[in-house]
C-alpha cells in the first residue's frame, strides 16, 4: 500500500486567522477606551494613587503602550518565522513526495525487467532444453524396441534412461511454471489461477479449495496479471508451509473504488493455525506480497491471530496495470 506524506499547505481560512485575530484585539481595545471614557477611569486612578505621586505613576502607561507595541512587533516576528518554516516544511515534502514517486516507479520498472527476464528465460527453457529430452527420451525408446542382443540389459538401460528423462523433464516442468506461469499468456488470468489451484488441490488433497471470480477480469495488463497470480501462489505456499489449512478459499472480484475507477481486490483465507504478527517471526513470508501491492499502488491487509486462520486482502487499482 503506498503511503503518501501529507501536506500542510495552509487553507484560506488559516491566513486569514492573524487578521481577524487582529481586529479582535482592536475590537477589545476601542471597547475598553468607551469603557474608560464613560467611566473616567484615569480620574479615579489618579485620584486613588495621588498619594504615591513620587513614583511618578502618571508616567507608566507610556511605558505600558511601548511594552505593548513591542510584545504586538515581537508577535509579528514569531509569526513571520512560522510561516517561513511552514513553507519550507511544504517544499520538504513535495521533494519528498517526488522522490518516492520516483523510487516507486524505478521498482515498478524493475518488477518488469525481472519479469521480462523470467519469460525469457521460460521460452529457453521451453524450445531448447524441452526439445532435447525429448529427443534423448525418443532414442531410449528406439534402443529399448530394438534391441537384439542382450535384449534384458538394453531394456533396462533404455528404461533407466526414460525414467531419468522423465524426472528431469518434470524438474524443467515446474521450473518454467515458477518462473513464468506459461498458461498465463495462452489461456488468460482465470484459466492460469484454476491451473494454479488445481495443482496444489493435487499436492494437497486432503484441503478443500474454492476459487471465485466476480466481475471481468480478462482486460487488465500484463503487470497486475502477474502480480494477483504471484500474490495467489505466494498465498498458497505460506498455507502449505505454516497453516496447515483444512479450507482454501480465494475471490477475486472488480469493483468501483470511491475516486470511479475500478478495482481488482483478492482475498485468501484458510482456516489453519493463523499467526502472530506482533512476534518479529512469526513465520509468513508477507514483506514480497506487501512490496509487490505497494509499488502496484494498492493497499494490502491482513487479518490473524494464533490458532484463527489466516487471511489477507490486495486491493489493486486496474489503472496500475497498463504502466
Excluded at 158 to 174: L, Y
Aim: proline share 3%; net charge negative.
Amino acid at each position: 500500500m503506498s503511503e503518501r506524506p501529507a501536506r500542510h499547505a495552509a487553507t484560506p481560512g488559516a491566513q486569514m486567522s492573524p487578521w481577524r485575530d487582529m481586529a479582535i484585539v482592536f475590537g477589545i481595545t476601542l471597547v475598553s477606551a468607551l469603557l474608560a471614557a464613560r467611566f473616567e477611569l484615569n480620574e479615579l486612578l489618579f485620584e486613588h494613587t495621588r498619594q504615591w505621586e513620587h513614583f511618578q505613576l502618571d508616567e507608566w502607561p507610556t511605558a505600558l503602550l511601548v511594552l505593548a507595541a513591542s510584545l504586538g512587533w515581537l508577535s509579528w516576528r514569531r509569526y513571520q518565522q512560522t510561516l517561513i518554516e511552514l513553507r519550507a516544511r511544504q517544499r520538504a515534502e513535495e521533494r519528498l513526495e517526488r522522490v518516492l514517486a520516483e523510487n516507486r516507479e524505478l521498482a515498478h520498472q524493475h518488477l518488469r525487467i525481472q519479469e521480462a527476464e523470467r519469460k525469457h528465460l521460460a521460452r529457453e527453457l521451453h524450445d531448447e532444453l524441452g526439445q532435447y529430452l525429448n529427443a534423448i527420451k525418443l532414442d531410449a525408446v528406439t534402443i529399448g524396441e530394438m534391441a537384439v542382443q542382450d535384449p534384458a540389459g538394453t531394456g533396462v538401460a533404455a528404461k533407466r534412461i526414460v525414467q531419468a528423462v522423465n524426472h528431469v523433464h518434470g524438474v524443467v516442468n515446474d521450473m518454467i511454471r515458477r518462473l513464468r506461469p506459461t498458461g498465463l499468456d495462452e489461456l488468460g488470468l482465470v484459466a492460469a489461477l484454476e491451473s494454479c489451484v488445481d495443482q496444489w488441490q493435487q499436492r494437497l488433497p486432503n484441503v478443500r479449495f474454492s476459487f471465485s471470480v466476480e466481475g471481468n477480469v480478462d482486460d487488465l495488463g500484463e503487470l497486475l496479471n502477474l502480480t494477483l497470480y504471484r500474490l495467489i501462489q505466494e498465498g498458497l505456499t505460506n498455507a502449505y508451509k505454516h497453516a496447515q489449512p483444512r479450507n482454501i478459499d480465494i475471490t477475486l472480484r472488480r469493483e468501483k473504488n470511491a475516486t470511479g475507477g475500478d478495482d481488482i481486490v483478492l482475498t485468501l483465507t484458510d482456516d489453519g493455525r493463523g499467526a502472530d504478527l506482533a512476534r518479529r517471526n512469526a513465520g509468513f513470508g508477507l514483506t514480497g506480497m506487501r512490496e509487490r501491492v505497494a509499488m502496484m499502488g494498492g493497499g494490502f491487509a491482513i487479518d490473524t491471530a494464533p490458532e484463527r486462520g489466516f487471511g489477507f486482502e490486495a486491493r489493486l487499482p486496474v489503472a496500475a496495470g497498463s504502466g
